[in-house]
């Protein structure tokens, strides 16, 4: 029993994740949010959150994730309202239509943290 309930979170991470018929990885955490997995980094985990997901790569340049991802969901039709910038942090609020999304990248010395929620 406690097998089941510890690959529970794997599930769940598993029914997140579509992979696109052009080979990249896509990330669906709405069905309004959705983004492609960074090429050129390793992923070493995917976590879902409430209302998101957190996604670590292992990589030494975190500001060339924030564009890719950056550009990605302006690519989708979302648009940029805000950006902040702060030692090892990257910050972004976006607007499609009603919804808003939030992209923060964060730089741990290697390890490189992506959060991004749907909402307030």
Do not use: C
């Not at 029914?15 to 949010?33: D, F, K």
């Not at 995917?46 to 209302?51: D, I, M, T």
């Amino acid at each position: 029993m406690r097998r089941i309930f510890g690959m529970l979170p794997l599930l769940v991470l598993a029914w997140a994740l579509e992979v696109n018929p052009s080979g990249s990885m896509e990330l669906r955490i709405t069905a309004t949010l959705s983004f492609n997995l960074f090429p050129q980094a390793v992923v070493v985990e995917r976590l879902p959150e409430p209302q998101g997901l957190l996604v670590v790569y292992r990589y030494s340049q975190a500001e060339a994730i924030f564009r890719y991802h950056d550009e990605d969901l302006r690519r989708r039709g979302w648009v940029r309202v805000k950006y902040e910038v702060k030692k090892d942090e990257w910050k972004a609020e976006y607007k499609k239509g009603k919804a808003k999304a939030k992209l923060s990248v964060k730089d741990k010395k290697g390890r490189v943290e992506v959060r991004l929620k749907e909402g307030d």
